[in-house]
């Protein structure tokens, strides 16, 4: 019930991270561009097969001074997969421990960014090659304020540019980026793309880079089509620069989720080239990339603790909009006050120092079991995880938002939306 609720709001109040003045508003007014960096890991990151740089696109941007690249971003994702990434990134709460929140809760009330953003002159959209309803996202886009969903019946395709989930990335690009030009200033969008996802085959005359050679077939292939979506990005960054567009849109890259799973750990170690244990398995390699770009704020490495849960008090803040009175269980990344401890949705969890894998806790930094001192404090973090993921999920299951919405936000209509294509 109500009463419900209130014990949710006393802990994100409790938990808000203050705004730093630093990064506050510096992307005022401007667009936002999401990149969905379909199944991408962070240790591709200026990986070398054979001497040659995998994404080489994506490295340039780690170096290149106006892109903030973050080396310590970890997915919080489960069953819900790609659907659970994008559930956090746009509210803020955990997907559910089993199935997907897009899925069963596709009708709750929710204070989504493209509502908050919507309630400040912005027009939304989702642009993806796949049919919309895909992890039922035809729907639960409504109940997030999405003003717009271009999905696969926008897109004209063919029998050569297809994947298997949808539009190849370079022609959904391309053709999105037409779409795009069209849509009103300021726009909040999202490109999901589908490529890069498993078992990674690709027509081989399409790629650029050969396979690797630990002999399992969709480890050796998951280079070749992540090189194939590096390369896609480069051509939608060049667009994006030719139009103006790249001048006034923060740009947010980010992985869903692995590609690799732990099925795969003998071929895994193979390529990292070092005996892999159970922390780097279940912890290290849970690591995806994150990259912001805000035109005019100085970029670099940065090694901030965070996850997906993080992305939107981040985004709200850099846009200028304060997040204390929104139900948001991640935190700002870029505060001073951002909270470093990171669930994942099984209760594991990693944080700078004591990460938690299966009931036991490690050394973050060295992989290492901990240390007898340090349990009792170990002990304490895993409160607080199994606590943030209670809460969220008390807030999804008993769709709470309900019953409690911040000062001057509208509760969405549904009623309101409609993402069928005009007829001709
Ligand atoms: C399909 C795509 C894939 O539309 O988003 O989802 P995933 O299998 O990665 O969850
Ligand atoms: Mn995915």
Redesign the pocket.
Known sequence: DSSDITEVINFTKSNYAEPNPKYFGVGKGMNVIYLHL??MQEFLINYKLNGEEVTPFLNSLVKDGNTMFFDNFFHQTAQ????DAEFMLENSLYGLPQGSAFTTKGLNTYEAAPAILGQQGYTSAVF?G?AGS??NRNEIYKSFGYDRFYDLSYYETDDQNMAE??LMDKPFYQQSFEMLKQMPQPFYTKF?T?SH?YPYSMDQSLATIGPHTTGDKSVDNYFQTARYADEALEQFFNDLKESGLYDNSIIIMYG??YGISQNHNSAMEKVIGRELSTFDTAAGLQRVPLFIRVPGMEGGINHTYGGQIDLLPTLLHLLGIDTKEYVQLGTDLLSEQHDTLIPFRNGDFVSPTISSVGGKFYDSNTGEPLSDTEQEKAKGLQKIVEYKLHLSDKVVNGDLLRFYAPNGFKPVDRSQYDYSKPEE
Do not use: A, L, R
């Open positions: 379909e199944s819900g997969k790609t659907s993806h796949n895909f992890w989930y949808g999901i589908v996802h869903d989720h």
